[in-house]
């Protein structure tokens, strides 16, 4: 296998930067007429996937909305997973996981080793124990080639409260992209992705210099907009991965509204 | 049911502050002679809870040590802690979830429900999104007549690279603690407690107007110890929950050994 960061790179060249936000949640589930529960979720999921993998570059489910439904909900996220992992486009999986020491390697272990069940080719962490507490998953990335996506600028208005306060050295956002592009510079592997709201302005923190993935949720429902990427990130553009969630799954099952949607959304 | 503050205060009275961690990490599973599944992990949790549910105030699972083992390691979650629900200590299911809107609902409804199949009396939550963003979990603990406790100034040093950063009006820890106090003022339900680390000197955060629950890890194997904590806590250590983990199950699985360890440290 070769490093995440390649194998994204070569599918996004193939297929443009879109990233499917596979979020299940129970007014979805009501809207496509399944039922809200494991199973529901696992339908709509597998769907998703069954449809769009030919197209876009990358899946990215929602944990949490498989967690609801406690372990049966976690087998059915261990088959969405499954399915992605059989196609060419890449998992990211979104749990948001941050702790510390031998409990960020036990998160690491259930998401990155290589034969864990619920085993992605990515996921997101949350750096609010310090950056440094991240080092367990991103050793992790490295060891099995996958990929880490660290929270950085998050797309909700709250983000900012925590993000953009301050240290000697920069804001708190400023330090994470500092310490994940220094990191992606020494390891030559780029394992270290970053998240980054496409819903702002003016981002609050340079990225001119970072040289991994960025993760670009808000897009669509929140207010983000395809069009508008290039003016907020500037060069940093030919590293974003732009997800699309409800701007997209609000159009139905149906595969071909689903197919149409996604062509427009690549352009 | 009455509030999740009642509750655990009158547990508290009863049998003193101390929360057992239940961390079935790795390398004490091979310690006790148990295999490294979720089976192993699931017969340390249940015989922890088995042995000291009469004695202690609270049990705090990491959800990390079940979750590497994929849904099997969640369902043997769920009947450790339908386990902990039938005695009359606590369950807080250490989990720190953080994220927005409608997929920050799906982690209230997974942990906070009363229904779900992995309900905890209590939840860790992670600002890392802002304070603000955590609200659907808060309003689900007012509901459900269950607690939240918010990651505020953690045990492991990487903490203050976020934690202590600085906006107009204080640091992070402080603008959390602030906002946490004056929910827990405003709603007279006290459901939201806080994650304050005891292996600090100096805190670098003033919690003497807080008025919920504070749950401290980092005593015995971090460094932290039970007699440090009116110094570091003051006036509010009469909040103060400690937990207690390694330099607990250090002692191996025999019951009489844990049950003599914990009432030295209940002192």
Not at 16 to 44: F, N, Q, Y
Not at 54 to 74: D, N, R, T
Not at 147 to 176: F, H, K, M
Request: charged letters at 20%.
């Amino acid at each position: 296998m070769t490093t995440y960061f390649k194998r994204l790179r070569a599918v996004v060249l193939e297929k443009g930067p879109l990233c499917v936000a596979v979020d299940p949640h129970p007014s979805l589930l009501k809207a496509w007429g399944l039922p809200v529960s494991a199973s529901g979720a696992e339908k709509c999921a597998r769907h998703l996937v069954n449809v769009l993998s030919e197209q876009v570059a990358a899946f990215k489910p929602q944990s949490a909305f498989f967690e609801m439904y406690g372990s049966a909900g976690i087998a059915a996220l261990e088959r969405v997973l499954a399915d992605i992992n059989q196609t060419d486009a890449i998992s990211i999986l979104d749990v948001k996981r941050g702790d510390i020491g031998s409990t960020m390697e036990a998160y690491a272990a259930a998401y990155l080793a290589k034969d864990a069940p619920l085993a992605a080719d990515a996921i997101t962490i949350s750096p609010y124990l310090g950056f440094g507490s991240l080092l367990p998953a991103i050793e992790a990335a490295y060891q099995n080639d996958r990929g880490v996506y660290v929270l950085a600028r998050t797309s909700n208005p709250e983000g900012a409260d925590v993000q953009l306060a301050l240290n000697q050295d920069g804001s708190v956002v400023q330090n994470i992209i500092d310490a994940a592009t220094e990191m992606n510079r020494d390891s030559a592997n780029r394992a270290i992705g970053l998240v980054v709201g496409g819903t702002h302005r003016s981002l609050g923190c340079d990225l001119s210099d970072f040289n991994g993935s960025i993760l670009v949720p808000g897009i669509g429902f929140q207010g983000g907009k395809m069009e508008d990427l290039p003016a907020i990130f500037g060069d940093a553009v030919e590293h974003v991965l732009a997800v699309v969630g409800r701007g997209l799954l609000s159009v139905g099952p149906d595969a071909q509204a689903l197919r149409t949607k996604v062509s427009k959304l690549i352009g």
